[in-house]
């Protein structure tokens, strides 16, 4: 069974960057939809950003529009999630997910979402 490893999480200053990466341990994953969630300690799941399966077409939180920027590389069966301008509300556990959903809109739903990684904890400061 195909997996999701994240990478690239870690403690930030706000106002600075950071880039999580997400490696899919199988080809197939390339012919998927991918999105990034994240939740914060005590509050649900949240939608952050997605991406069509050959990188097309993005769609992102109003939260984090115009700060991060979701990308893909289906040769390295990799996903991207570039964090700038962070803020302390940022400070989540971020997860990367796979879907076979074809419909943008629907890629804001986590239950959309057939396979999940194990999380990466962002921790912005004031």
């Known amino acids: 069974q195909g997996q999701l490893v994240e990478s690239g999480g870690g403690l930030v200053q706000a106002g600075g960057s950071l880039r999580l990466s997400c490696a899919a341990s199988?080809?197939?994953?390339?012919?998927?939809?991918m999105g990034w969630f994240r939740q914060a300690p005590g509050k649900e799941r949240e939608f952050v950003a997605a991406?069509?399966?050959?990188?097309?077409?993005?769609y992102y939180a109003d939260s984090v529009k115009g700060r991060f920027t979701i990308s893909r590389d289906n040769a390295k069966n990799a996903v991207y999630l570039q964090m700038n301008s962070l803020k302390p509300e940022d400070t989540a556990v971020y997860y990367c997910?796979?879907?076979?959903?074809?419909?943008?809109?629907?890629?804001?739903?986590?239950?959309?979402?057939?396979?999940w990684g194990q999380g990466t904890q962002v921790t912005v400061s004031s």
């Open positions: 997910a796979a879907s076979a959903q074809s419909r943008l809109i629907r890629l804001r739903i986590d239950d959309e979402y057939d396979y």
């Open positions: 199988e080809r197939t994953f390339s012919r998927y939809a």
């Open positions: 991406i069509t399966w050959n990188g097309g077409i993005t």
